[in-house]
Structures are given as C-alpha cells and as structure tokens.
C-alpha cells in the first residue's frame, strides 16, 4: 500500500522523533479547526442534523481541549522518566523512554465523528507516529472535511486520510501496522481485533455495550430525569455512553416516567420534529433497525417518525421482554426502556445478561447502594448521579472492559497509549557488587534475602 511505503520512509526519516516538529503541526492543526470550526460544525449538520452546540462542545471544543493539554504538556510527557532504583542493582539510574511505535491506523465510527477521529490522532501525532485515519463513511461530509483539514496541514508521509467503508477498512486492516486504535461496534472489534493478531500488532478497542442506568426508591427524581434525558437524547441516543436501558425502583417508576416526560419537552418542545436541538438517526439502515425494536412494545411516550429524514422521536418503553429485539443489543438511538425492579436480585438478573458495558449510572441518595453498584459489577465507567460527564475530565481514563473494549485513553494516557515505554536502567562502573556472579557460594540464609534488594 503506497500511504504506507510513504509513511515508512516519513518515519524513517526521523522527523516525528523531534518533539519541536510534533508541536509545530500541531500547532498548524491548533490554527486550522479553529478557522474552520464553523465549518465542520456546518459538515457534521448535513450528516445527520447533529445541533451546532453539541458538535461545538462535543466535537471541536473537546479536540481543541485535548490539543491545548498536549502542547502544554508534550515536552513534559515525551521525555524519559525517572524512577526511582533498587539495591539489586546500586547504584544505577532507572529510566521509562518514550518511543514512537511508528505506522499508527485509526478506524473511526460516525456518532461523533470528529472528536472520535481527532482525539486519537492528536496523541498518535503527540507521541511521534506517523497515521492513517480512516473515518466512517456513514458520514462522508465529515469524511470530506476531516481530509480537507488533514491534506492542508499534514504531509501525507506523516498524516493521511484513506475514506472508504467495509472494503476499504479491511484493506487497511491486512497491512502490517505498528499500532491499531478503533471505535465501533463489539462486532467489527472482533475482525479488528483478529486481523491485528496476524501480525502481533497492540490493539485499542474503544466499544460498545448495553449501558445500565439504575435509580432506585431514594433518588432524587426530577434531578435524575433531567441528567438521564439530557445524556439519552443529546445526539438522538447515539452516543456509546448513553443509558441504553432504565432499572427503576417500583415504587418510583411511575413518577420517574412523569419526570422523563416533562423534561423531554422542557429540553425539545411539545413538537420534538421542530427543535433546532435534536439530531436525526444518521442512515435509513439505522432508522429502520430502530423503527423494528419498536415493534410490539408498549410505549409510553413518543414513537412518532418520519421516513422523509430519519426522525425518530425521544420514545419511552413499558418493560419491554428480554428477549425482544429492543433488549437483545445495544440500542443507540432515541429509546429507552423503562424496567421496574422490586430487590437487588432483578438488577442482577438484567445486569448479568449482557456482557460488561461501556457505562453504568447510579441514581441513588444511599451511598452504601451506589457503592454496591461499583464494586459488584465490572464496566468501562460511568457516574453517580448523572450521565455521560465521565467523559469529560481528562484525568479520567475512558475506556471499555471485556465486550466494551480494551485499553483506555485520553490526556496524557492517551499520550502513553501511543508510546512504547522503554525502560533503561543506565548502570555506574565505579562499583560492581559481586553477588550475582557464578560460581555462587553466597550462604543459601543470605540468597533467601535477596527479595528485600528489589
Ligand atoms: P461500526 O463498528 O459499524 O464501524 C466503525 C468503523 O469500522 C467504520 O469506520 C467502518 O467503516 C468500519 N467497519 C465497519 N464494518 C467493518 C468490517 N466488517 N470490517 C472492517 N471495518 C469495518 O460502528 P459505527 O456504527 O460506526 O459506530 C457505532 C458503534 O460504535 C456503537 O456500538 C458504539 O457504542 C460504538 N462506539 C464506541 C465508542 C467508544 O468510545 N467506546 C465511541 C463511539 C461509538
């Protein structure tokens, strides 16, 4: 493949091993969002009528927030580390290089489809590698504007944009790469995840799951309402960490349901098809997909659609079976079943039918219960007593676990994950401590010791 003879001679040149070269394109990079932020804005509307605000914040503003913390940091987070030493081998100097990894692929899913393609590239970039960015072609607006920004800044030896769907994605896949970042479904993780093998190449599986939201008897429930509709409906559902299913308390479902209501119209009006703040489902494939779960199932509010543009109304579901289609995946799209529980058993019952899930919320004012909840499940992360903000603070890892994916990233994790971390012990010659050496006759009292020199 030419992009990668071309990037293979780029790295080999050396160029991306000097961090002044990596700050200066990002630096370009920095100049060219932000004159073109209105742009991509504008880009990513045509695609599925995502609002101008949720793009701004979710999209630029968040790339341009991972930007600004690099290039604040890179020279921090690019030079070795020390650690301190041990008495096995006094006196030395004990070092963690960072090293490029060199040729990195980037497949990129449609839902957020800058922030998902820039964020990692930012770090792979950050960290000295040469990339491919391959982004959804289920969005070919933003395909088209994300490899404007890229060819205006980037050499293609050090950055390029391949566009292109299944086909195109599974060429890039049979290469040799030194690194593989993706974000998509748990099923094409699995081919990515099985291409990479071939060729030993380390993987990042950003995936994703069934995403509980749990609010039980003592929650503060408007509140609640508020943040869960918020989290759902911002970008018509389609966002990996957005509740995907409700787990209430009995007693509380009903005005829970009420509370899910009236916010929904606070946030997008009595005509939802009308609001400025609400996206449409992205393809005709997905907004059919959506349009089956309903089948069958007891609404309790909205179902209304619109085949004209993908309009599918923030619809809310009476306890819908498990093994409807609606409760079999990962729904990503504006619906939200509502289940009443009676004990803990029923949250185990649901929560252990699905595999681990990108997020889990707690909507709870007992503090013994949210802290059951964390420490008895296992899932990427998640919040307590709101939804998706986990994603925001970059001290965080953001990441999945067993089905939801593998490795985590963002600020300067991110930063790591595209470093190989080389660890050098630099050893002084002036003294030379002759106990490891053959022939050994150290008394056997002695070696039984040795665990307190590491
Ligand atoms: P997807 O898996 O269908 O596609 C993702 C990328 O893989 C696209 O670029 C696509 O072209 C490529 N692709 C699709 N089929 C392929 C195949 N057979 N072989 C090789 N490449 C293939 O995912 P999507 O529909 O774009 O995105 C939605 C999914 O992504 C949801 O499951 C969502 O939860 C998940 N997601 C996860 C995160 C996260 O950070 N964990 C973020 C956003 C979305």
């Known amino acids: 493949m030419d992009v990668l003879v071309k990037q293979g001679n780029f790295f080999a040149s050396k160029k991306t091993k000097n961090v002044s070269f990596r700050k200066d394109t990002l630096k370009r990079l920095q100049k060219e969002i932000l004159a ?14 995502k609002p101008k605000f949720e793009t701004l914040a979710a999209e630029t503003q968040f790339v341009l927030a991972e930007l600004n913390l690099t290039l604040k940091n890179i020279d921090d987070w690019a030079s070795p580390e020390r650690k301190s030493g041990t008495l096995i081998n006094w006196p030395s100097s004990d070092w963690v290089y960072k090293e490029p990894y060199g040729a990195v692929l980037i497949i990129a899913p449609w839902n957020y489809p800058f922030q998902l393609a820039f964020a990692p ?5 950050a960290a000295g590698n040469t990339v491919v960015v391959k982004p959804s072609e289920v969005t070919p607006h933003t395909a088209s504007i994300i490899s404007e ?3 205006e800044v980037f050499d293609p030896g050090h950055v390029s944009v391949v566009e292109g769907g299944v086909e195109v994605s599974q060429k890039l896949l049979a290469e040799k790469w030194d ?4 974000t998509g479904s748990t099923r094409v993780g699995r081919i990515v995840y099985e291409a990479a093998a ?12 069934k995403n509980p939201t749990i609010v039980d008897e003592t929650a503060s429930i408007n509140l609640a309402a508020k943040r869960i509709v918020w989290g759902k409906f911002l970008n018509a559902g389609q966002t990996c960490i957005a509740t995907d299913y409700i787990l209430v308390h009995k007693t509380v479902k009903d005005s829970l349901v009420g509370a899910l209501k009236q916010n929904i119209i606070k946030c997008y009006g009595e005509n939802i098809e009308k609001s400025p703040d609400f996206s449409r489902t992205v393809s005709k494939r997905h907004f059919e997909g959506l349009k089956d779960m309903l089948e069958g199932q007891e609404i309790l509010f909205g179902g209304k659609s619109n085949d004209d543009d993908n309009y599918l109304e923030p619809t809310l579901v009476n306890n819908p079976k498990l093994d409807s289609k609606l409760m079999r995946g990962e729904i990503f799209g504006p619906i939200l079943p509502i289940i009443a529980y009676t004990n803990e058993d029923d949250i185990e019952r649901y929560l252990s039918n699905y595999g681990k899930p990108l997020a889990t919320y707690v909507f709870s004012n007992r503090k013994a219960f949210q802290k059951k909840i964390i420490n008895r499940y296992s899932f990427g992360g998640g919040a307590i007593n709101d939804t998706v903000i986990q994603i925001t603070n970059k001290k965080l890892p953001f990441g999945g676990v067993g089905a939801s994916g593998i490795g985590a990233y963002h ?3 991110s930063f790591d994950l595209f470093s190989h971390q080389k660890s050098i012990i630099k050893k002084a010659n002036w003294f030379d401590a002759p106990l490891r050496y053959p022939p050994y006759n150290l008394p056997k009292k002695i070696v039984k010791r040795i665990k307190y020199l590491f």
Do not use: C, S, W
């Open 36 to 49: 073109r932020e209105d742009d991509i804005a504008e880009a990513i509307y045509q695609d599925f009528k």
């Open 198 to 209: 071939k060729h030993l190449t380390p993987v990042t599986l950003e995936l994703g799951g």
């Open 121 to 125: 590239m930012i770090a792979a970039i």
């Open 179 to 182: 690194y593989i970042f993706f």
């Open 411 to 413: 600020g300067k994790r």
């Open 149 to 151: 920004i890229i060819n």
